[in-house]
């Protein structure tokens, strides 16, 4: 079993296909990879003009045109999947989705609702293309200097309402933040290769507003596996394997638990240190004004 999860049909939220000629399609996703599977999806097939009684898909070779694998999708509004894999030979394979069946789509127009291609063999649900997503933060960033006044003045409302003028001067500078945060999400998808995970929390503080970026981080040190638990604003983590628990500050190890034991380079008590147990009584060491005591109690 294989999820990928990424969509990679680009403008796949509505699309809407009006037939020219017997053969109109939408060249949904092109350069397939050779050998690859994929999940196509959509959530919703419509005939709004003509009288086909399905719409077709093809895995098509773009370089010759020749078809390697077709299917028929139902005008429904009922999600629909099908399945395919890539030839190995050479070639720009490509998805393609048709206005009514392939060689007869004349006078049909056909909307394809949140069409979704993924790799691997399970569908998962519909999401934006990466691209959708970042041409919609462009379009917010390229519009501010044409806000109009409402828009501008309930911006300006909610710097206010978090406590945040001192931060934030303009309604640009609030949004810019939003984009970076976002930008900072994004790059989960991305992180692959060192099964790295990052969190943002967001919270509004009474100077700003304070991020906080924690992580989660499986290694392996000559042969031991590890799992790092830190945040990008400390130089102190946690380090755990399969016999210790260790905490770590600039690369230095600080102290460990293992075997039921911890092991400190240096302890420091504010004011008790005790040894003992309800059965056996215990040893207080204590601090005073004059120096240190020794009280054992039961």
Do not use: C
């Amino acid at each position: 079993m294989q999820i990928g999860g990424v969509n990679l049909i680009a403008g796949s939220a509505s699309h809407t296909l009006v037939a020219t000629d017997a053969d109109t399609y939408w060249v949904a996703a092109d350069e397939l990879m050779r050998g690859g599977s994929y999940t196509f999806s959509v959530d919703e097939v419509r005939l709004t003009a003509g009288t086909a009684t399905g719409a077709s898909w093809a895995l098509v070779n773009q370089n010759d045109g020749a078809v390697n694998q077709s299917g028929t999708l139902a005008f429904s509004e009922n999600r629909q999947t099908a399945q395919f894999t890539v030839p190995a030979a050479d070639g720009n394979w490509s998805l393609y989705l048709y206005a009514g069946i392939r060689g007869a789509t004349s006078g049909n127009t056909v909307v394809y609702v949140r069409s979704m291609l993924e790799e691997g063999d399970i569908a998962t649900s519909w999401r934006a293309a990466p691209e959708d997503t970042a041409n919609q933060i462009e379009q917010l960033m390229g519009s501010i200097s044409g806000l109009d006044s409402t828009l501008e003045s309930r911006v300006r409302a909610l710097i206010y309402s978090m406590e945040l003028s001192g931060q934030f001067a303009s309604a640009e500078d609030f949004l810019n933040a939003l984009k970076d945060i976002e930008l900072i999400r994004s790059e989960l998808a991305q992180t692959d290769s060192n099964l790295t995970l990052t969190f943002s929390r967001l919270a509004a503080a009474e100077n700003g507003i304070a991020q906080m970026f924690s992580y989660f981080e499986f290694g392996d040190d000559n042969g031991t596996p590890y799992l790092d638990m830190g945040s990008s604003a400390s130089s102190v983590k946690m380090r755990l394997t399969n016999t210790r628990l260790t905490f770590v500050q600039a690369g230095t190890e600080l102290a460990y638990f293992s075997d039921n034991k911890l092991y400190v380079t240096r302890l420091e008590a504010r004011e008790q240190i005790s040894i003992g147990t309800v059965e056996n009584g215990y040893l207080d060491m204590v601090t005073t004004p004059t120096g240190v005591g020794f009280k054992w109690r039961t």
